[in-house]
């Protein structure tokens, strides 16, 4: 079996045009994350002595790690003068002021509140607001608990155990990690090369009739099929993963740092409701296995679609329009937990499940969007997976053999 | 029958290219009349008042025209001061029945129009930011016309499916070894190729016909002579072109843009002779531009993708603030006709070269045939169902009693409002124990932009409106741009389950990955309405222009008549107001009749389960009762009264004379 399903791999997913595309899209997924650095982040002056990017290194090596009363009162000693020195508007402009240090008041003012101040305020009164979330929680609870409205007071009780304790320690460079957790364009690149991949697998049997000859092999049949399934699963899998990690590295290299994967997902100011309370790291990884699934269960149903036709040209642009609808409908149900639930492409863009702590009620059970969305997804894909393999011809030596 | 008529039976009809073309027509057809919005609802709501004064300002801006509007302006304030002081002076007994009814017909004639006048002023502060080229006229069918900049799908899909087919069909059936074989090989595919890009060029026309035709019904497409800086979205615009020739132009580059993508495909056809691998080509060489790179860039690139986008050839320039310094950053420079010209001719060039290695490929060469494998042509198109924005759940009857002025109350629970905090509160009425809405621990914690802007109570339900306010000052691809969301939750008191009944994004601005478009101004209202309340049919949303009642189904809004100034009560069926002449009048929100209670003039009043508290203005500001119908008004009180509020209890006046509280129990 394993030698079936690497035979499909190979003939399927190993041609010359799926490894042409994955080396283009690779590329246009590097230059979109080089263009995002250069169009958002404010460190891209140069390595000049008075740039930002240099400027902004310096000061970091003073500053990260734990969040100190020290290291608080000496930023402030240096950002409330510039603040009141430039609070009227009428500060002087130069840009070559021998006494600050890019060069002109407002630009230092700017720099330490955009990479210093409102980060390290925003840790600071992260654990206050979460305390005050849980409280709240606890106190929902309580409640709850009198009312007798059990499913509310489950779901107030997953609130506080989520948001009991949560800190943010220590100070770290979060720029590249936010624009790194904000980004989708490969998520198009995953699925277009995914979809050309998964087109073929039944269709360029039949195009070549090859699956009449496939019917009289003794690996033919439902057993080429499953083969079938899971090369075209590895496929998806190994092809989401691609992404996921050159998205890394592209946001890496781009950013020239790693620093602030450490810091817990909740520093990042969209993610403040995360529903997990994992490292950035960490989310990178839970995100990567997320995408893995989405692109699987969309698979499956490519591939459902496509068994039926006998040309590429039908089910790539059916395939291709139901893509879009799942986008354009995540994107107009983003705010209804049970669409999100049920739509796989939000896990591939899973910051709408992992960004927000919300719930669905299952027979009373409050479970997170996220874990409700996988299990769906695994529960649809399988059954897709299923219904492939069943509604796919059957080998006919085995017909012949039950006939007799 | 020549070769063109063969391979037109062929294309057209064996492989269903007919039945694409009138699929995509239809398609695009329902998808308008279903989704379409008028992009101003204020000139739309009170078409007839905006008309009149557009007879007389209509065309370019004149002093004159500017002078009358501002006098307009200044006698509809004081007509305005004028009705109110002859109100006055008339239930005080200062003036005569016939002296009031002079007075007020003289203001009546003044403000007959007020309404229209809000959108024209509107339009003229937008004139005057650049009088030379801005004119007055109904934007809406033009504004709506020009509002598609963003990528046609079904056309987008149904070229794929036709230039795909054309020479893939040959290949996947390794008929194109046979047919170069043929004398007429060559005529054959020139036939194919001439078809195949008429074909598109007549889908691309066809639908901007229908679009043309849609709008020109609905809203009428005047002065297509009037310059294309009129509608907003061309304000920036240093072209010197006019509606009609933008609205020609923008079709023929579209026209250009679907046929480029047409050879395209057919080259990358013949070039790589397999359907998905054509079509993959195709979808990345447009999609991936399209949501990758920025506009500025995109309009610069010699492929299908800014043709048939088109709208940014004639746009103006565009730039945002910095979010951090403050300072200007171009996101779209304006195109020049030059630069525009020489893409179209740069694009050519490639499309004549395309064009000719496709019929270079299909020239006779005697090749090698091979056997001929059956072909099937398989087809459906699957259609795009999206989903609504949000829907809409069937509630139980509605038949507690509203009044916008106080808080609502039932028998278990009442909502306590503070003017400290803003924030709205749910008291127990046995325990007196409070609880904060939105009953989510996360609500507001994390954002200022979250609040409770209104409460409705209908037992065992409260409804709160919820707004949320999300900017995106960080994120990729929606740079600086903010999105407020307003939700309507019902809450059951008996079992706290919450359900979103009403959602809607209110911005006109919207971002899907990274491609940025606008839908109408229909939803905007909702960022300043400050009270509502429903039934099974309609929600009602209160602002400062009047009641806007959303239909629960279809989501059509209608904004009706009804001053907001004073109190406003529901009762489930009946809408109570007192209008602009001080009349308690009770609209019914099934037959859409207003009828005011002649007898009952009132400055304050408020809906009982017993009926209509009002203040008299006939005499002397006292308290009286009367039936929900209007009849058998009854005195109360002989104290004149400032106001007069129900809490769902006891009714209680406030004293004219010294301000006081008095109560009546019920």
């Not at chain 1, 591939?303 to 059916?318: E, Q």
């Not at chain 2, 007549?202 to 639908?207: D, M, T």
Request: hydrophobic fraction near 45%.
């Amino acid at each position: 079996m394993i030698r079936l399903i690497r035979y499909e791999f190979i003939k399927q997913f190993c041609k010359r045009s799926i490894l042409a595309l994955f080396v283009v899209f690779s590329l246009a997924n590097l230059f979109k994350i080089y263009g995002e650095y250069k169009s958002y982040s404010f460190l891209t002056d140069g390595n000049g002595e008075r740039s930002w990017h240099t400027l902004h290194w310096q000061l970091y090596e003073e500053y990260r790690g734990e969040i100190t009363p020290e290291k608080v009162e000496r930023l402030l000693a240096a950002y409330q003068p510039l603040v009141e020195a430039t609070s009227d508007m009428t500060a002087s402009t130069a840009t070559d002021d021998p006494n600050t240090m890019t060069g002109n008041l407002y630009s230092d003012r700017n720099l330490l509140d955009k990479y210093f101040v409102t980060p390290m305020q925003y840790f600071y009164e992260y654990s206050g607001q979460s305390e005050q979330v849980a409280n709240r929680a606890r106190q929902s609870a309580a409640l709850y608990g009198e009312r007798g409205a059990v499913y509310q007071q489950r779901e107030s009780g997953a609130i506080y155990n989520l948001y009991a304790g949560r800190t943010i320690p220590a100070f770290a460079y979060r720029e590249m990690c936010n624009y790194y957790l904000n980004y989708d364009f490969s998520i198009i690149l995953t699925l277009l090369l995914c979809l050309y991949g998964i087109i073929g697998t039944f269709v360029s049997e039949r195009e070549t009739q090859m699956d009449m000859l496939l019917l009289v092999s003794p690996n033919g049949g439902r057993k080429t099929t499953l083969a079938k399934i899971l090369a075209a699963t590895l496929f998806l899998l190994l092809t989401s993963l691609w992404f996921s990690l050159l998205d890394l590295i592209g946001f890496a290299v781009s950013f020239q740092t790693l620093e602030g994967l450490t810091l817990p997902v909740f520093a990042i100011p969209n993610f403040a409701e995360a529903s997990v309370n994992i490292s950035i790291f960490q989310y990178v990884l839970l995100s990567a296995a997320l995408k893995c699934a989405g692109a699987w269960v969309i698979g499956m149903l490519w591939l459902l679609i496509s068994m039926f036709w006998k040309n590429a040209l039908l089910p790539f642009v059916i395939n291709f329009a139901l893509c879009m609808a799942l986008i354009v409908s995540g994107a107009a149900c983003a705010y209804s937990n049970f669409s999100k639930v049920l739509n796989p492409y939000s896990l591939l863009t899973n910051r709408v499940l992992l960004g927000k702590t919300e719930f669905v009620n299952l027979g009373g059970f409050p479970i997170l969007t996220w874990q409700a969305a996988i299990w769906f997804a695994l529960i649809a894909g399988l059954a897709v997976a299923v219904m492939i393999y069943f509604l796919s011809a059957e080998n006919c030596h085995r017909c012949v053999w039950r006939a007799k | 029958m020549s070769v063109f008529s063969y391979e037109w039976k062929k294309l057209m009809i064996y492989q269903r290219g007919l039945c694409y073309i009138l699929a995509a027509l239809l398609v695009s057809t329902v998808w308008l009349a279903a989704t379409d919005r008028p992009q101003n609802s204020a000139m739309e709501e009170y078409r007839e008042e905006y008309e009149w004064y557009l007879e007389r300002l209509d065309g370019a801006y004149t002093e004159e025209k500017a002078a009358w509007l501002e006098q307009e302006a200044q006698a509809i304030t004081e007509a305005r001061y004028t009705r109110s002081r002859s109100q006055e002076s008339y239930y005080s007994g200062q003036i005569t029945a016939e002296q009031y009814e002079r007075q007020i017909a003289e203001v009546n004639t003044v403000l007959a129009h007020e309404h229209g006048f809000e959108a024209v002023y509107r339009q003229y502060l937008y004139v005057c930011e650049n009088t030379g080229n801005r004119y007055f006229l109904n934007t809406n069918g033009w504004a709506g016309l020009f509002s598609a900049q963003t990528l046609d799908f079904s056309l987008f899909l149904v070229i794929l499916i036709l230039a795909a087919t054309v020479f893939c069909s040959e290949y996947s059936c390794q008929m194109d070894a046979l047919l170069r074989t043929a004398p007429q090989s060559r005529k054959s595919a020139r036939s194919k190729a001439v078809m195949t890009l008429c074909v598109v060029f007549a889908l691309c026309g066809g639908l901007a016909l229908i679009r043309f035709a849609f709008f020109g019904i609905k809203y009428g497409l005047p002065h297509g002579e009037y310059p294309v800086q009129s509608i907003a979205c061309f304000g920036g615009s240093t072209k010197n072109v006019s509606l009609l020739a933008a609205y020609l132009i923008l079709t023929g580059l579209r026209c250009f843009g679907s046929v480029y993508l047409a050879v395209l495909l057919l080259f990358t056809s013949v070039l790589v002779k397999k359907y998905a691998l054509t079509v993959v080509i195709g979808v990345a060489s447009t999609l991936i531009p399209y949501i990758g790179l920025s506009r500025q860039i995109c309009y610069r690139l010699p492929i299908p993708l800014p043709f048939l986008l088109a709208a940014g050839f004639l746009e103006g320039a565009s730039s945002v603030e910095d979010s951090l310094t403050g300072e200007p950053i171009v996101t779209f420079s304006e195109r020049s006709p030059q630069e525009l010209l020489a893409l179209l001719v740069l694009s050519a060039v490639c499309y004549a070269l395309m064009v000719w290695w496709v019929l270079r490929q299909n020239t006779n060469c005697w090749q090698s045939g091979k056997k001929l494998v059956r072909r099937h042509g398989a087809a459906a198109l699957g259609l795009l169902i999206l989903l609504s924005l949000s829907g809409c759940s069937v509630a139980e009857s509605a038949n507690g009693i509203f009044n916008s002025s106080s808080q609502s109350v039932s028998e278990t629970y009442s909502v306590i409002y503070d003017d400290q905090t803003r924030t709205y509160a749910l008291e127990n009425r046995a325990t007196g124990a409070l609880t904060d809405l939105a009953l989510s621990p996360l609500f507001g914690a994390f954002s200022d932009g979250e609040s409770i802007k209104a409460v409705y109570m209908d037992a065992p339900y409260i409804y709160y409106m919820s707004s949320r306010t999300e900017q995106y000052v960080d994120r990729v691809g929606s740079y600086n741009s903010t999105a407020t969301q307003v939700s309507i939750v019902r809450l059951d008191t008996e079992t706290f389950e919450e359900q979103v009944i009403f959602e809607k994004i209110t911005d006109s601005g919207r971002s899907l990955l990274g491609i940025d478009y606008t839908v109408g101004d229909t939803w905007m209202f909702l960022q300043y309405c400050y009270g509502f309340f429903l039934n099974n049919d309609s929600l009602f949303f209160i602002t400062n222009d009047g009641v806007t009642e959303v239909s629960r189904n279809i989501q059509r809004t209608q904004v009706l008549d009804i001053p907001t100034k004073g109190n406003i009560a529901f009762d489930g069926r009946t809408i109570y107001f007192i209008n602009e002449n001080s009349l308690l009048t009770a609209y019914d929100t099934k037959t859409h009749k207003e009828r005011p209670f002649r007898n009952v003039v009132a400055s304050d009043f408020c809906l009982t389960d017993q009926g209509l508290y009002f203040i008299n203005r006939m005499d002397s500001d006292c308290v009286y009762l009367c039936g929900r119908d209007g009849v058998g008004s009854l005195k109360i009180s002989n104290d004149p009264a400032l106001s007069v509020v129900y809490d769902g209890e006891k009714v209680t006046m406030i004293l004219k004379s010294d301000g006081k509280e008095v109560v009546f129990e019920l």
